[in-house]
T-cell receptor
Framework: EADIYQTPRYLVIGTGKKITLECSQT?????MYWYQQDPGMELHLIHY???????EKGDLSSESTVSRIRTEHFPLTLESARPSHTSQYLC???????????????FGEGSRLTVL | AQSVTQLGSHVSVSEGALVLLRCNYS??????LFWYVQYPNQGLQLLLK??????LVKGINGFEAEFKKSETSFHLTKPSAHMSDAAEYFC???????????FGAGTRLTVKP
């Protein structure tokens, strides 16, 4: 019943390749996030967006970039992948508190990236 | 700034035993508190949330948590563990004024047959 979708679920690529991880949500949420998570480890916020044309860097510095051209779409791009980028990337969205929500995050199933 | 501390990065219980996962929070304003579960190779799923209504919150899969302001705690419990409960559990805090959720480091629950 997830309304937030990530593709690809798994990706294995070589060093130097450009990759884009896709994230789409159908809930009309303004705020969207990207987290990086190594296996069995904590979540690190790397990017977030308040809405269209808004992008902000998170707590953990990342060489990736994001864009928000449409409300429902928040892709993450790595221009030149390296082995250090190997990780799981989780996309999430939430409805702003001003709408009366409690700020609950809804997560996609994740994209597991392996860079050889 | 808000923060959560999850005591114990790894908890192991026998099937049928009580599950207790500990979470303490720090917040200068009344908090919203959440527990999420993550199964292998999946995203996070909301188990339950506290948003200033009843202090004992019931969630999915038989889990519940109690908000204790005096102890700044929001521990997650389940009376009887099932093998399917094996997963990573994350506690998180936000509040009604700051649109900024903070996650704990997570606790891995292992259930032994």
């Amino acid at each position: 019943e997830a309304d937030i979708y990530q593709t690809p679920r798994y990706l294995v690529i070589g060093t130097g390749k450009k990759i884009t991880l896709e994230c789409s949500q159908t809930m009309g949420h303004d705020k969207m996030y990207w987290y990086q998570q190594d296996p069995g480890m904590e979540l690190h916020l790397i990017h977030y967006s308040y809405g269209v044309n808004s992008t902000e860097k998170g707590d953990l510095s990342s060489e990736s970039t994001v864009s928000r051209i449409r409300t429902e779409h928040f892709p993450l791009t790595l221009e030149s992948a390296r082995p250090s980028h190997t990780s799981q990337y989780l996309c999430a969205s939430s409805s702003p508190l001003r709408t009366g929500s409690t700020g609950e995050l809804f997560f996609g199933e994740g994209s597991r990236l392996t860079v050889l | 700034a808000q923060s959560v501390t999850q005591l114990g990065s790894h908890v192991s219980v026998s099937e049928g035993a009580l599950v207790l996962l500990r979470c303490n929070y720090s917040s200068s304003v009344p908090p919203y508190l959440f527990w999420y579960v993550q199964y292998p190779n999946q995203g996070l799923q909301l188990l339950l949330k506290y948003t200033s209504a009843a202090t004992l919150v019931k969630g999915i899969n038989g889990f519940e948590a109690e908000f204790k302001k005096s102890e700044t705690s929001f521990h997650l419990t389940k009376p009887s563990a099932h093998m399917s409960d094996a997963a990573e559990y994350f506690c998180a805090v936000s509040d009604k004024w700051r649109d900024d959720m903070r996650f704990g480091a997570g606790t891995r629950l292992t259930v032994k047959p």
